[in-house]
């Protein structure tokens, strides 16, 4: 069934020995705070395919996404793809902007699609002591390189969300299930169920949720309905230093024709970073990876 995936085995395997370190890593405790784990600078997703990003300026991430097929072909496909924060949700209004090129090559994936892409935009707002975050957004606002609304990959998707983070202290965010990150909302366009697909556009509003909880340091498991199907997987930052996320899923399981996508991130903060008043930092968002094409 994948027997083109051995780009994903292969990813499979050097994210378990990054797991690995990690998990011996997160063994180590933080010397500033006897007894306590040392706080991130960067967290893991706490969605996969399902919109939930920071809002806060100054935050950029790149990414890329591999998949071995999309849902109705054989043949592997790729995106990629920049995200930057331009607001304040703890005190504001949080908001960013994504730039996602959805053709990297004419013959692989799509064809005759090198450069399409499209500008997304959200805004957030955090609540109830920031553990609560209500979000809005609309993807591929602004499309380039074709007709958007033929495909449902790059339809305009509207979105409306909230996500809620279960804690009992900041200092056990790190620990093994030190918290319940929990996302839900509906969305149109590529959000929606099979059956309601539409080509000429973007239809009614589908429901879409989403778990996620640490199982050490760096490290969430995760799984989500994203709207039209059910997808699983794993989300890691082993090196703080190097930021980079790892990111591999198992999606379409209802569909019976799972297909694997594997991404990367790197993020960088060029704002300063928020702590609390016990020097511990806000209430984490995650970095969110680039979303993986969808077909029909």
């Not at 949700?89 to 949080?94: A, I, M, N, Q, T």
């Not at 959200?122 to 602004?142: C, M, P, S, T, V």
């Not at 033929?150 to 804690?167: A, K, P, V």
């Amino acid at each position: 069934m994948f027997q083109k995936s051995g780009l994903f085995k292969e990813a499979f395997f050097f994210l378990s020995l990054f797991c690995l370190h990690t998990t011996i890593f997160s063994q180590q405790k933080d010397s500033m705070l006897p007894g306590r784990v040392a706080p991130l600078t960067f967290y893991p997703s706490m969605t996969l395919e399902n919109p939930l990003n920071s809002g806060r300026f100054g935050l950029i991430v790149l990414g890329a996404t591999i998949e071995n097929k999309t849902r109705i072909a054989n043949e592997p496909d790729a995106n990629a793809g920049i995200y930057v924060g331009l607001g304040a949700p703890e005190r504001f209004v949080g908001a960013g902007a994504t730039l996602n090129i959805y053709g990297l090559s004419n013959k692989v994936g799509e064809q005759q699609n090198l450069g399409q892409g499209s500008l997304s935009f959200h805004i957030n707002r955090l609540f109830l002591q920031n553990k609560f975050l209500l979000d809005a957004g609309w993807e591929n606002a602004i499309y380039w390189g074709g007709n958007n609304q033929s495909y449902i990959s790059y339809q305009r998707s509207l979105y409306f969300s909230g996500n809620y983070l279960l804690y009992s202290k900041p200092e056990n965010l790190q620990k093994p299930f030190g918290y319940l990150s929990i996302t839900a909302g509906i969305g149109n366009g590529s959000f929606r169920r099979d059956e309601n697909y539409t080509t000429v556009k973007s239809g009614s509003f589908d429901p879409f949720f989403s778990i996620a909880t640490p199982v050490f340091k760096g490290t969430n498991i995760l799984t989500e309905w994203n709207g039209y199907d059910i997808t699983a997987g794993i989300s890691s930052i082993p090196f703080q230093k190097i930021p980079f996320l790892f990111t591999v899923e198992i999606t379409d399981l209802i569909f019976g024709n799972p297909r694997i996508a594997a991404s990367v991130s790197l993020p960088f903060n060029l704002g300063k970073p928020k702590k609390d008043k016990n020097g511990l930092p806000v209430r984490p968002i995650g970095i969110k990876p680039v979303r993986p094409v969808r077909t029909i």
